[in-house]
């Protein structure tokens, strides 16, 4: 079965940039769609970023024109670039890789705290 680690996150002031990283055990090419979720509390787990196997991609609109997904295929890792932060980015990040209903993994998750 497929692994996937996330990295990246930690605390950073409002306006600030980080960068998280899911290395993949697995060719991202082989899935339909990789993508970023993230959880705050109290609030369901929501799309934040994905990018297909044909490298289309999309973004929730509270984080279109801030954030980017990318991919490095030599290295079978997904990245998302998070510029411009906001207190309510707050929230685990997670990493998905979605082949199919029986093949849709899911990372451990990486926190992403933005505060003064």
């Known amino acids: 079965q497929v692994q996937l680690v996330e990295s990246g996150g930690g605390l950073v002031q409002p306006g600030g940039s980080l960068r998280l990283s899911c290395a993949s055990s697995r060719s991202a090419s082989y899935f339909l769609r990789m993508g970023w979720y993230r959880q705050a509390p109290g609030k369901q787990r929501e799309l934040v970023a994905g990018i297909t196997s044909g490298d289309s991609t999309n973004y929730a609109d509270s984080v279109k024109g801030r954030f980017t997904i990318s991919r490095d295929n030599a290295k079978n890792t997904v990245y998302l670039q998070m510029n411009s932060l906001k207190p309510e980015d707050t929230a685990v990040y997670y990493c998905?890789?979605?082949?199919?209903?029986?093949?849709?993994?899911w990372g451990q998750g990486t926190q992403v705290t933005v505060s003064s």
């Open positions: 998905n890789a979605f082949g199919s209903s029986i093949n849709n993994y």
